[in-house]
């Protein structure tokens, strides 16, 4: 009980970030698996096993319930935190990139298709399983590592370089690919002049351009993320996988080698 009310820091909030968002992916891989019956990509950036609304939603939850003891209050407040953290980053993701990665707009009780009752319960019951049986045990962990301090202030580092990296090439990469296919398949998006635009200043750049087509075409980019959606004027939202011919969006077909 003593190690959950302990300060937290800097140093664990990083470790938290990576250790977390690799659980997450972890999950989440698992969940694609018995839903859509395929082994696909479920991870937030281009190249680390990082699902990051995992270990941002972790972090939320250990700040404000590491000291939570009843399970009603834990998972409400646990389901509460998940769900504004669903719909944080599904809006920031949709502005910043154009790009949406879930739609509840069909389910019970969803607030703009972005956050829904069932996956706020889930939230609730991750919360629970987190703080009460996960997250002490993660603390030890990385007690045993601190013991020597300078080795796990060099690891947390390097990992957290890794990530940031790892989400900055992410970073370009998605907007590319999101104004390659907006203006490649005349998608009426909001602000569509402007990607237009700077599309076309994207293609002036031959060097970046040929960096782009070599590393992240439609193949790279579709495998990474397959249930990328893209919303126009009209609210719809178009999965990209049915604007890109010829790439199947998943490693694996369970039973079937792909």
Same mark, same amino acid.
């Given at each position: 009980?003593?190690?959950?009310?302990?300060?937290?820091?800097?140093?664990?909030?990083?470790?938290?970030?990576?250790?977390?968002?690799?659980?997450?992916?972890?999950?989440?891989?698992?969940?694609?698996?018995?839903?859509?019956?395929?082994?696909?990509?479920?991870?937030?950036?281009?190249?680390?096993?990082?699902?990051?609304?995992?270990?941002?939603?972790?972090?939320?939850?250990?700040?404000?319930?590491?000291?939570?003891?009843?399970?009603?209050?834990?998972?409400?407040?646990?389901?509460?935190?998940?769900?504004?953290?669903?719909?944080?980053?599904?809006?920031?993701?949709?502005?910043?990139?154009?790009?949406?990665?879930?739609?509840?707009?069909?389910?019970? *009780?969803?607030?703009?298709?972005?956050?829904?009752?069932? !996956?706020? #319960? =889930?939230?609730?019951?991750?919360?629970? %399983?987190?703080? $009460?049986?996960?997250?002490?045990?993660?603390?030890?962990?990385?007690?045993?590592?601190?013991?020597?301090?300078?080795?796990?202030?060099?690891?947390?580092?390097?990992?957290?370089?890794?990530?940031?990296?790892?989400?900055? *090439?992410?970073?370009?990469?998605?907007?590319?690919?999101? !104004?390659? #296919? =907006?203006?490649?398949?005349?998608?009426? %998006?909001?602000? $569509?002049?402007?990607?237009?635009?700077?599309?076309?200043?994207?293609?002036?750049?031959?060097?970046?351009?040929?960096?782009?087509?070599?590393?992240?075409?439609?193949?790279?980019?579709?495998?990474?993320?397959?249930?990328?959606?893209?919303?126009?004027?009209?609210?719809?939202?178009? !999965?990209?996988? =049915?604007?890109?011919?010829?790439?199947?969006?998943?490693?694996?077909?369970?039973?079937?080698?792909?």
């Amino acid at each position: 009980m003593e190690e959950t009310r302990k300060k937290v820091d800097i140093w664990s909030i990083c470790m938290y970030l990576i250790l977390y968002s690799m659980a997450g992916f972890v999950i989440e891989t698992v969940f694609g698996a018995f839903t859509k019956r395929v082994i696909e990509s479920r991870k937030s950036f281009l190249y680390g096993p990082f699902c990051a609304i995992y270990g941002i939603g972790a972090i939320s939850m250990i700040l404000f319930l590491k000291n939570e003891k009843n399970n009603g209050k834990l998972f409400l407040k646990g389901a509460i935190i998940g769900a504004f953290v669903e719909y944080a980053m599904s809006f920031i993701c949709e502005k910043f990139y154009g790009v949406t990665w879930w739609d509840y707009s069909n389910m019970w *009780l969803d607030i703009h298709g972005r956050t829904c009752l069932f !996956y706020a #319960v =889930s939230w609730g019951i991750l919360a629970i %399983i987190l703080i $009460k049986f996960v997250h002490p045990y993660v603390d030890k962990f990385i007690d045993i590592i601190r013991q020597r301090k300078a080795v796990f202030q060099v690891i947390t580092m390097l990992l957290i370089a890794f990530f940031s990296v790892d989400a900055l *090439l992410t970073n370009y990469a998605l907007k590319a690919f999101y !104004y390659r #296919v =907006s203006i490649e398949n005349n998608l009426n %998006i909001q602000d $569509k002049n402007d990607v237009q635009n700077k599309y076309a200043k994207i293609q002036e750049n031959q060097n970046f351009m040929s960096f782009v087509n070599q590393y992240y075409d439609n193949e790279k980019m579709l495998k990474t993320y397959p249930n990328m959606m893209i919303k126009e004027k009209n609210n719809q939202s178009v !999965y990209v996988e =049915s604007l890109v011919d010829g790439v199947d969006p998943y490693y694996y077909r369970l039973g079937e080698a792909f």
